[in-house]
């Protein structure tokens, strides 16, 4: 469920991919499977039609949350997985200083992690995903130990909550973060971060199963 250029797919397994964004389908590679297109409220397959399903950092966009999980219930035998981040964070850290907004924007974009608990009913559990501090995803939180990567916009394009935040407010960042970084402010004050080997940032990977 919103598979979108395919990052999050398996290789190793039959996928069937549902993406509504045209312009995201086209970015998918041809060793893909073609994605469909379709919304999570309305998925275009019988009852139990899947093995399992998943959504990784997706569920926060869709418009119809408790639709969509209970779709993805029904086309599921198996389990139903969702990665996604709780909108509170559980650590204070240092983009949440240089950035508050970011983190205001994606706390009232996040749903709450009992909510979805609570939709996908059955056997329901919740873990914590920590990031290495070498994470190949692009999203902004995977840069805590590596802070000069968020000066480049193309990174901070990666993570769509940095489209809604004012514009002021991005160039406050970039601002006050290269000075800090070049000045070694940044490094006397959050240097420890670069030697985490990982770090909890709210990432939930949330598993239902029916029994």
Same mark, same amino acid.
């Given at each position: 469920?919103?598979?979108?250029?395919? $990052?999050?797919e398996?290789?190793?397994?039959?996928?069937?991919?549902?993406?509504? $964004?045209?312009?995201?389908?086209?970015?998918?590679?041809?060793?893909? $499977?073609?994605?469909?297109? %379709?919304?999570?409220?309305?998925?275009?397959? %019988?009852?139990?039609?899947?093995?399992?399903?998943?959504?990784?950092?997706?569920?926060?966009?869709?418009p119809?949350?408790?639709?969509?999980?209970?779709?993805?219930r029904?086309?599921?035998?198996?389990?139903?997985?969702?990665?996604?981040?709780?909108?509170?964070?559980?650590?204070?850290?240092?983009?949440?200083?240089?950035?508050?907004?970011?983190?205001?924007?994606?706390?009232r974009?996040m749903?709450?992690?009992?909510?979805?608990?609570?939709?996908?009913?059955?056997?329901?559990?919740v873990?914590?995903? $920590?990031?290495?501090?070498?994470?190949?995803?692009g999203?902004?939180?995977?840069?805590?130990?590596?802070?000069?990567?968020?000066?480049?916009?193309?990174?901070?394009?990666?993570?769509?909550?940095?489209?809604?935040?004012? %514009?002021?407010?991005v160039?406050?960042?970039?601002?006050?973060?290269?000075?800090?970084l070049?000045?070694?402010?940044w490094?006397?004050?959050?240097?420890?971060?670069?030697?985490?080997?990982?770090l909890?940032?709210g990432?939930?990977?949330?598993?239902?199963?029916?029994?």
């Open positions: 469920m919103g598979a979108g250029a395919g $990052s999050y398996p290789v190793d397994r039959a996928v069937t991919a549902v993406e509504p $964004s045209a312009s995201m389908r086209a970015q998918r590679p041809a060793w893909l $499977s073609r994605a469909i297109d %379709a919304l999570s409220d309305h998925l275009p397959f %019988a009852d139990d039609s899947f093995d399992a399903s998943m959504a990784s950092v997706t569920v926060h966009q869709w119809n949350l408790a639709a969509g999980l209970s779709e993805m029904r086309v599921t035998t198996g389990p139903v997985v969702i990665l996604t981040f709780d909108p509170a964070p559980p650590v204070h850290w240092w983009l949440m200083d240089y950035a508050p907004e970011l983190f205001e924007i994606e706390s974009r749903p709450p992690i009992p909510s979805i608990v609570a939709t996908l009913v059955g056997n329901t559990t873990d914590t995903v $920590s990031l290495p501090h070498d994470c190949v995803d999203f902004a939180q995977s840069f805590f130990a590596r802070p000069e990567r968020l000066l480049e916009p193309e990174v901070r394009r990666a993570t769509s909550a940095w489209s809604f935040v004012p %514009a002021a407010a160039e406050r960042f970039v601002r006050d973060l290269g000075s800090d070049a000045s070694g402010a490094d006397a004050r959050y240097g420890e971060f670069r030697s985490l080997p990982e909890d940032v990432l939930r990977l949330v598993v239902g199963r029916r029994a």
